[in-house]
């Protein structure tokens, strides 16, 4: 087996097995903490509101809204990586049919690999720290995933 | 005589390196038949929810919350505690289908993954069986706890927010988990030792028929169009559609506590509007590149799928024709509203008829080699 099918193989069964750990742990110790946080404070809000305490009624428009943005994200990055899981194996499967000599493909596995990583890492950084650099993070994962992916594309067109 | 002495010419379909890999009751068949058996129902499912939960469901979610922003301006917070239950409880039951539906559908290309490196799987026949049957139960529990919790909820859990089926659930996640790492051990041993692959992981491999590279090429082409149109939604809609989430539930209480019922009435079908909005722009980010991977997993079972090329190359059509459509139309949605609902589900039901055409496909192939095999014992 080569180089780049064996690091796509093996890395995308790990990256699967440590998307559904994370799902499950967050299943399991957080997501139900994090809805019942979202209706509480959605049900606060109006309540508030309807006692006329308004400084309250936005304090916790602001919770639920600081919740629903860790608990998307959370979400996203369990279905992300469990993707780009299954994307990984799927090409280490055939990607020795790609049009490209074997170092062009190692090096194409590593970007992929490393983008499927980088991306949803950047997403839950965002949960705790708001400022620039996580969203960057994830753009750079994206972009590396979505690059390699033309490639892969390319190569498949010219396959051999 | 056994199953891998079996020799049947190109013409039958079937090869004696396939048969092997393919033994009745086996652990790649099992992956095969519960893949895709697994991605039919998820499918079936998905439609069924998609027409009869989803669309009323977010009708009564809007109804409750007008009546919650009604109660404010009423002073009413009786009436607000009772309306945002029930929308707890519409919520739920979405979240349940969605995670359903989900789960189902990527349990069934994890399963058809698996079959695939099976001849990599450096490990007994009878323990890869064993792996594929936990992974397989692990498969079917996780998604059927996750649709009991709408109806079980917290009855006689001992646990103050989960319930007796979200620990099923959980269980079964852990199962699959097991499985997978089961067979990883099996992919290290094979990566560790200089075994060869099995022949029949070459030969679905090497499959060059038409069907097999329409399937490569278009599912590669829709991955790359989903991941586009994700990087697009999160670059130009994401933060926006969050903070006007935020900013319309804020007008809502503002308007109502002043006493401004039609703005707060008008607050509400703007947000209604906006869920509506980010929902379809992640349904079709998701389904394109859900379709584009399936295809190209289906491109590796061409193989097994026993029919005359012109069948086969008509289910590669109607699926990818289904897998365009159905992302499309879902988007279509924002502008054309029900009919273009109604047009993405057509697409749906598509890609589920080609699956159903390839798993006869599939069916038929299994019968010839166990007639076979059972002709000649």
Redesign the interface.
């Known amino acids: 087996?080569s180089a780049s099918r064996?690091l796509l193989?093996?890395s995308g069964?790990?990256l699967?097995?440590w998307a559904?750990?994370y799902?499950?742990w967050y299943?399991?110790f957080a997501e139900?903490?994090h809805?019942?946080g979202m209706?509480a404070s959605?049900?606060r809000?109006?309540?508030r509101?309807?006692?006329?305490n308004?400084a309250e009624?936005?304090a916790a428009?602001?919770a639920?809204?600081d919740t629903?943005?860790a608990y998307?994200r959370h979400v996203d990055v369990h279905?992300h990586w469990?993707?780009l899981a299954?994307?990984l194996?799927?090409f280490g499967?055939?990607f020795?049919?790609l049009g490209f000599g074997e170092r062009a493909r190692f090096w194409l596995a590593a970007v992929l690999l490393a983008g499927s990583v980088i991306f949803p890492l950047g997403v839950i950084l965002q949960v705790v720290d708001r400022s620039w650099w996580p969203t960057a993070l994830?753009?750079l994962g994206?972009?590396m995933?979505?690059v390699a992916?033309?490639f892969?594309?390319w190569g498949?067109?010219r396959q051999r | 005589m056994a199953t891998r002495d079996i020799g049947v010419n190109r013409d039958g379909g079937v090869t004696a390196s396939l048969a092997r890999g393919f033994a009745p009751l086996g652990a790649q068949r099992l992956l095969v038949f519960g893949g895709i058996a697994l991605i039919l129902v998820g499918m079936v499912f998905g439609d069924v929810f998609a027409v009869f939960i989803l669309h009323p469901n977010a009708d009564r979610i809007g109804g409750h919350l007008l009546a919650a922003t009604q109660a404010v301006a009423a002073g009413d917070t009786a009436a607000i505690s009772t309306h945002f239950g029930r929308i707890g409880h519409l919520l739920e039951n979405r979240g349940t289908k969605v995670d359903t539906h989900v789960h189902l559908i990527k349990f069934g290309y994890l399963a058809l993954l698996l079959a695939l490196i099976q001849p990599y799987v450096a490990l007994a026949e009878q323990r890869r069986k064993r792996l594929a049957q936990l992974f397989l139960v692990g498969a079917v529990m996780l998604p059927v706890s996750v649709f009991c919790i709408h109806y079980v909820g917290l009855a006689y859990s001992p646990f103050q927010f989960v319930g007796w089926a979200s620990i099923s659930a959980d269980l079964g996640g852990l199962l699959v988990i097991l499985a997978c790492i089961g067979f990883l051990s099996g992919v290290y041993q094979y990566l560790a030792g200089s075994r060869q692959p099995a022949a029949e992981s070459e030969q679905l491999l090497r499959d060059r028929s038409w069907a097999a590279q329409t399937l490569l090429a278009g599912g590669t082409l829709l991955i790359l169009a989903g991941f586009l149109h994700g990087a697009y939604y999160a670059g130009v809609y994401l933060y926006p559609h969050e903070a006007q989430d935020a900013g319309l539930l804020q007008a809502m209480v503002d308007r109502a506590a002043s006493g401004n019922l039609p703005g707060a009435t008008d607050a509400v079908n703007e947000y209604g509007a906006l869920q509506g909005n980010k929902a379809v722009h992640i349904a079709a980010h998701s389904h394109i590149i859900e379709f584009g991977m399936m295809a190209i997993l289906l491109a590796f079972i061409q193989s097994y799928v026993f029919l005359s090329e012109r069948w086969k190359r008509r289910w590669v059509v109607v699926f990818l024709m289904g897998s365009v459509v159905l992302p499309v139309f879902v988007l279509l949605e924002v502008r054309w509203g029900l009919v273009a609902g109604g047009i993405a589900d057509v697409g749906g039901l598509l890609v589920i008829i080609a699956l159903c055409g390839m798993l006869v496909g599939v069916l038929r192939h299994t019968g010839k080699i166990d007639a076979q095999s059972g002709a000649s014992l």
Do not use: C, P
């Open positions: 087996m064996k193989l093996v069964l790990a699967a097995i559904m750990t799902g499950l299943a399991m139900h903490q809805l019942e209706g959605l049900a809000a109006f309540t509101a309807a006692e006329r308004m009624a936005h428009i602001r639920y809204a629903k943005f998307v279905s469990g993707g299954l994307l194996i799927i499967a055939i020795d049919r994830a753009m994206s972009g995933v979505t992916l033309a892969v594309a498949f067109a």
